[in-house]
T-cell receptor, first 109, second 113 residues
Framework: DAKTTQPNSMESNEEEPVHLPCNHS???????IHWYRQLPSQGPEYVIH???SNVNNRMASLAIAEDRKSSTLILHRATLRDAAVYYC??????????FGAGTTVTVRA | DAGVTQSPTHLIKTRGQQVTLRCSPK?????VSWYQQALGQGPQFIFQ???????QRGNFPDRFSGHQFPNYSSELNVNALLLGDSALYLC????????????FGQGTRLTVV
């Protein structure tokens, strides 16, 4: 499985942006970059995914490096409800999602 | 749309027993995957079902087996339960393809005593 590396934890203040980095130096040409998050006592929730170009949706933005060896999930204005574990995952044609330990995001009021 | 539903939500079993967990996928989804999440860790892929066949399997022993029905719902069976099988079991549904979004259920919390 292609691996991803994320910081263990990050803290942010409410209403401020959060930039979550992810390194995936062994990414293959067909791997999609997925982000999921897991709130306490819930199943993981899809956030965003992309292949080569930057992506935006109502939840977040995904910035992908030109060489695709790293990416950054951007939460534009953190709220208390964004406190969760964020997982960066490479999705290949073998269909499974290989979760790592993720980044625990804490949002301060 | 009810999304992905799992049952039961909580379960307590004794070592050596067998357990069956159930999952109904989101409407329109034909692919069901099962994950095991131990406390404080990320989910680990168990296996995936598509067209009633096991398509992909993670590093889990044969005690873990599954089934997918014609209506795309799925079951996860675990035989000869061990204390280490205590975990949150998550079901995810999707359409097939590496670039699709997976929807997860709330999980079944299994405790083996």
């Amino acid at each position: 499985d292609a691996k991803t590396t994320q910081p263990n934890s990050m803290e942010s203040n409410e209403e401020e942006p959060v930039h979550l980095p992810c390194n995936h130096s062994t990414i293959s040409g067909t791997d999609y970059i997925h982000w999921y998050r897991q709130l306490p006592s819930q199943g993981p929730e899809y956030v965003i995914h992309g292949l080569t170009s930057n992506v935006n949706n109502r939840m977040a933005s995904l910035a992908i490096a030109e060489d695709r060896k790293s990416s950054t999930l951007i939460l534009h204005r953190a709220t208390l409800r964004d406190a969760a574990v964020y997982y960066c995952i490479l999705g290949s044609n073998d269909y499974k999602l290989s979760f790592g330990a993720g980044t625990t995001v804490t949002v301060r009021a | 749309d009810a999304g992905v539903t799992q049952s039961p939500t909580h379960l307590i079993k004794t070592r050596g027993q067998q357990v069956t967990l159930r999952c109904s996928p989101k409407s329109g989804h034909d692919t069901v995957s099962w994950y095991q999440q131990a406390l404080g860790q990320g989910p680990q892929f168990i296996f995936q079902y598509y067209e009633e066949e096991e398509r992909q399997r993670g590093n889990f022993p044969d005690r873990f087996s599954g089934h997918q029905f014609p209506n795309y719902s799925s079951e996860l069976n675990v035989n000869a339960l061990l204390l280490g099988d205590s975990a949150l079991y998550l079901c995810a549904s999707s359409t097939t393809g590496g670039d699709t979004e997976a929807f997860f259920g709330q999980g079944t919390r299994l405790t083996v005593v």
